[in-house]
């Protein structure tokens, strides 16, 4: 099972994080601080996987943003690897292009999309197809919701 | 400003683009706190907000929560969103209750009942919304109220496929939460089912779900198996196009394929034959795979086909019953070691780990020995040379163990010293095992000591002592070569320890020659006594009282060493009282006496290694073994743990100064019997550190005195007529070991003894507080003791208390005492000039960096009684810096693990100061006290302020 993903950038700012355990508030920022450190640290023709206290951690960057993942001793790292690659896919797919300036500004929107893919810290749909349906179905409704918001103030709802 | 996805809120995309223009982290700062502020009064304003707004100003407390700052508001406007009827508002708010988890009572239910109404909505969006909610918090109240429905929204026909992935995981993490919620019965068989579900999705979701239920009743669930194997079965049968969507760059369901293997790895290799022989074709499938060209050159495509084949081979080695399954993996893995991907390096070597300890395959790996040795010695990441060295040592069996070991002690020269010490380990746990020819042994442990001798551990020099004094054969050729390795110019002190204790013992072998005579050994070990430790001293003059016994020609010549430290020249009082006791014992004692007395030490007895329970200690979960079948017969002269502790301790003496959280605490109560003088004799010595039950503590008696202990770590705690208990603490940095003694004063035993620390609810999480379990019963006139080991994490204002019960002569007993394990104990003394203090006083003169109290005296001012009582309270003494003669200035740090706290100290007294009680008493006279205490953290000053306060 993942215990958490992390989001963050070659500055070492997180963008996003997501925690599928239960740890306070000051562990999360502990472990946060330190993995940022770890792994920026580490030179790129290293290996993806690291042994991090009980866990391993899988991380890989694209761009300027490192995607970071721990896992549990039962895990497969490789499968965690396309894990993320998966996610980055489905942004870049729907921001087109993707770049951290999305991820920043429609924080919300990625969330929607790991919980998509990712539930209580199992892969929940590998299909790219049908992650983009659901949230194309999402949106549908909020545009749905935006149209009828705009007529009613014209007045014609 | 990029655009802005779906409906958009242009507030929000605003204020984001403020924080990213904002040039300094203060004016980040500035603006966030504006923010809040604006936020906190629209949120208390009369106005009621609308959806969008709320929405608005709920994502941008989730925004400056991301940042890192904590939010404590907005919970409940979130929570209203839950129940809007536009879907975009709804799932901000579940967005920031899954967050933003705050099991605030008050609104659980409300968060519960808005799920509640989700869960039942015709729109799938909405349930699944709710799910995920569910499956984000998890909470135990969530897994009471909605047990019941989700797995009824898993199995029913009714449910669509998205949903059911959903409940599948939204009910496993639950399950994780509470086991119970799970209903047996005929769910167990449809859950199994969903294995055979049409929708991949489904499936994927289930599998994660069934193996946590197999992990719990496997018995139950074992149904699975067959489903899965055929599952698996036709997905490797598959090709690419088969899958549509679920096909992974050209790899048929990676995922799915993983989970079903994963799940196999539970049970046994299947019984049926039927279904045996079927996954048996699915894992060659799969290793068939691996040979073929790849169809895409894209990192993807190789990542999840060797996800697949990885985890078939882990469960090709779960069932360790197919010799050829096992060997083809090997090859398998032998083919990855030298593949470009660092990646695949790092995960072949790990699983030839596990590879290396079947026997079908343990030759196989041999093979491979030369290409990982070479990944030890060339890989460029450390992460994947620990691996390496982790192989080489499950590899190591009695055929290759002299060339493995001498590649490791190689590579330990220019080894990462991030490894060093568990390498250390690794060549002595394989050296002892593997050791025919004990010399190779000797040669091994030696060299380790001299090319990494910081990272040999007390066990590791230990368990040298043990095998040489065990095996007579290898005494002589020990005592040659440690005698050699001495002459080296520096050598590490632990080589000296090894050294001194051997020729102590063995010298003798090899002083007919005169390269080595009794004058020349004596002079070498000598030669480094200036610079060793003060243990290693002591070990030395161990040494040196046992060459009295051996060269009666040099007798004369140790005495005048002995002269030399047993006065003050010897700072350290053990020293002193050793150096003082073996001048005696040399002149007084007869040849005889002496001979018996300081005879060789007997055999230690035979148990297992020590060294591997320190490695295991080392790596919890995750040690490589070096487990093969044939098992090897134990090494003569093994001893376990504490035994062999205890012996090393009793010779060479574990001073309080150099060992302070090592494991080996001299033992309180000296078993005698073994050798007899020798062991009473300096058994007196190690004890005169530690209470003495029966000593004249006579002041004692009945006495419990707390606020003693804040400024001295060892004495008698407690005593009356049962019981005398007795403490003993050693701190270091942020961490403390305390030593209690428990003895009986009785004539009986006291049953059902027990001692519990409880951590008051001030010091929880800022103290971490273990103790030791005590036997239940302590024999009469016995003393047992109980090791509590403190980390300070956080300062803390209180100290744990200490439960004690027995019974004795059937009336039950209790006694409540507080801890001597006040925040001052991790002080560590700062010494500074003048200046420097004072500028840092007045550094810290805010309100909130100051604590100041003004008390009467107790007791007569006696200006050596408040100084040792100052040194003992843990700070620096500073002397001569404050103008006033009069006044006592001390400085410290505090040492947590969080971070280390500066503290300044002032105690004037004022002899005779006037006094008034109120308006109308006349004056009266007496010894007052103003202590002033400053600290860079407020808690801190106030803290040690109020522990000193009833000292004078």
């Known amino acids: 099972m993942m215990q958490f993903m992390l989001l963050f950038s070659r500055q070492g700012k997180l963008r996003l994080q997501k925690w599928y355990q239960a740890y306070p508030d000051k562990t999360k920022k502990k472990i946060t601080r330190e993995l940022i450190a770890t792994i920026l640290a580490r030179k790129p023709k290293m290996c993806s996987f690291l042994e991090w206290k009980d866990l391993k951690v899988v991380y890989k960057r694209y761009a300027s943003l490192y995607f970071c993942c721990a896992i549990e001793q039962d895990d497969n790292e490789l499968l965690t690897l396309e894990v993320i690659h998966r996610y980055v896919e489905l942004l870049d797919k729907y921001f087109g292009s993707v770049c951290e300036l999305d991820i920043i500004f429609n924080f919300e929107k990625a969330y929607f999309m790991c919980d998509e893919l990712l539930l209580g810290g199992e892969i929940q749909e590998t299909s790219k197809k049908n992650v983009l349906k659901a949230i194309a179905a999402q949106d549908l409704l909020q545009e749905d919701e935006a149209v009828e918001g705009a007529l009613r103030e014209i007045g014609l709802l | ?952």
């Open chain 2, 1 to 952: 400003m990029p655009a802005v996805r779906g409906d958009g809120m242009r507030g929000l995309a605003v204020f984001i683009s403020d924080i990213r223009n904002c040039k300094s982290k203060e004016a980040e700062i500035k603006r966030i706190n504006k923010e809040l502020a604006n936020i906190r009064s629209k949120f208390k304003g009369d106005k009621t907000l609308d959806g969008y707004q709320k929405k608005k100003y709920v994502c941008k407390l989730l925004f400056i929560f991301l940042l890192g700052h904590d939010i404590d508001f907005g919970h409940m406007e979130a929570v209203n969103l839950l129940s809007s009827n536009k879907y975009s508002e709804k799932q901000i708010g579940y967005l920031f209750i899954s967050v933003l988890v705050n099991t605030r009572s008050d609104l659980i239910n409300l968060i519960n009942q808005s799920i509640k109404n989700d869960l039942q909505s015709r729109n799938p969006i909405h349930v699944n919304l709710a799910l995920q909610c569910i499956a984000n918090i998890g909470s135990k109240e969530m897994a009471e109220v909605f047990g019941h429905d989700i797995p009824k929204l898993l199995v029913s026909g009714d449910t669509m496929d998205v949903v059911k992935q959903s409940a599948a995981l939204c009910l496993l993490r639950l399950f994780r939460t509470s086991q119970e919620i799970i209903p047996g019965g005929e769910w167990t068989s449809r859950i199994i089912h969903l294995l055979n579900d049409q929708h991949m999705g489904v499936v994927t979701a289930a599998t994660s779900l069934i193996d946590a239920l197999v992990k719990k009743n496997p018995d139950e669930y074992k149904g699975c198996i067959s489903l899965a194997v055929s599952r698996l079965s036709r997905i490797v049968t598959a090709s690419y196009t088969d899958l549509q969507d679920y096909t992974y760059y050209f790899v048929p369901a990676p995922w799915l394929s993983v989970k079903l293997l994963r799940l196999l790895q539970n049970y046994p290799p299947p019984d049926d034959p039927g279904v045996r022989g079927r996954l048996i074709e699915c894992l060659e499938t799969i290793l068939n795979k691996a040979q073929e060209p790849p169809k895409s050159k894209k990192v993807q495509h190789s990542n999840a086909k060797n996800a697949v084949l990885f985890e078939a081979i882990s469960l090709i080695i779960h069932m360790d019953t197919e010799p050829n399954l096992l060997v083809r993996a090997c090859n398998q893995l032998g083919q990855f070691l030298s593949n470009r991907e660092t990646n695949l390096r790092y995960l072949a070597l790990e699983s030839m780990c596990l590879l290396a300890t079947s026997e079908f395959s343990h030759d196989a790996v041999k093979k491979h020995q030369e290409v990982v040795i070479l990944s030890m010695k060339m890989e460029k990441d450390v992460s994947v040379r620990q691996q390496a060295v982790d192989l080489l040592y499950a590899m190591c069996d009695k055929t290759n163990a002299e060339e493995i070991v001498q590649e490791m002690l190689n590579y330990l020269e220019t080894a990462d010293y991030s490894i060093r010490e568990e390498m250390v380990l690794k060549v002595a746990i394989l050296a002892e095992k593997y050791a025919t020819d004990y010399t190779w042994y000797v040669d091994v442990i030696l060299n380790l000591i001299r090319i990494a001798g910081d990272y040999v551990s007390e066990e590791v020099w230990y368990r040298v002592i043990q095998i040489v004094i065990n095996r007579d054969d290898v005494q002589g050729y020990a005592a040659k070569t440690v005698f050699e390795a001495l002459q080296a110019p520096a050598c590490h002190e632990n080589m000296v320890k090894v050294g001194g204790y051997i020729l102590g013992e063995f010298g003798n072998l090899i002083a007919g020659d005169q390269r080595s005579s009794p004058s020349v050994q004596f002079q070498l070990l000598h030669s480094k006594y200036h610079l060793c430790s003060p243990m290693t001293r002591a070990l030395l003059l161990s040494t040196y009282i046992k060459f009295v016994n051996l060269f009666p020609e040099i007798k004369t010549q140790i005495q005048e060493v002995f002269k030399q430290h047993s006065n003050l020249r010897s700072a350290d009082a053990e020293l002193q009282q050793r150096a003082s006791e073996y001048l005696q014992l040399s002149i007084i004692a007869s040849h005889d006496m002496l001979a018996t007395v300081l005879e060789e030490m007997p055999v230690f007895p035979e148990r297992e290694s020590s060294i591997l329970a320190v490695l295991k200690k080392k790596k919890p979960g995750r040690v490589p073994e070096n487990e093969i079948r044939e098992h090897k017969s134990p090494v003569p002269g093994s001893t376990a743990n504490h035994q062999e502790e205890r012996s090393a301790a009793k010779t060479v003496s574990a001073n309080a100064s150099t060992d302070l959280l090592g494991l080996s605490t001299p033992p309180a109560a000296p078993t005698a019997g073994n050798t007899g003088v020798l062991v009473d004799m300096l058994g007196e010595l190690y004890t005169s550190g530690s209470p003495q039950p029966h000593a004249n503590n006579v002041a004692a008696q009945n006495a419990y005195n707390p606020a003693k202990f804040v400024c001295k770590n060892n004495g008698v705690l407690f005593e009356n007529d049962l019981i005398q208990i007795g403490v003993k603490s050693e701190f270091r940095q942020n961490l403390g070991r305390i030593t209690l003694f428990y003895g009986n004063k009785t004539s009986t035993a006291l049953q059902n003894f027990s001692a519990a620390v409880t951590n008051p609810t001030g010091c929880i999480g800022k103290l971490n507080v273990q103790s030791k379990k005590v036997d239940p019963t302590v024999e009469a006139g016995a003393q047992v003791q109980q090791m509590v080991n403190g980390e300070c994490v956080f300062d803390y204002p209180d100290a744990p208390s200490l439960t004690v019960t027995f019974t004795c002569n059937g009336t039950p007993q209790k006694l409540s005492l507080r801890l001597p394990l006040t925040v001052n104990k991790f002080f560590e003394p700062t010494e500074m000039t003048g200046e420097v203090f004072f500028a840092r006083w007045k550094n810290l003169s805010g309100n909130e960096q100051r604590s100041q109290k003004i008390f009467k005296a107790t007791q007569p001012m006696d200006n050596t009684a408040i100084r040792t009582k100052l040194i003992g309270f843990g700070m620096q003494l500073l002397d001569g810096i404050d103008p006033n003669p009069e006044n006592f200035v001390c400085a410290g740090i505090v040492h947590t693990s969080k971070q280390q706290i500066g503290c300044l100290l002032r105690l004037e007294p004022n002899k005779q100061a006037q006094a008034s009680n109120g308006f109308y008493d006349s004056p009266t006279t007496m010894d007052m006290f103003r202590l002033t205490v400053r600290s860079s953290k407020e808690s801190v000053a106030v803290t040690v302020c109020d522990l000193l306060v009833d000292q004078f």
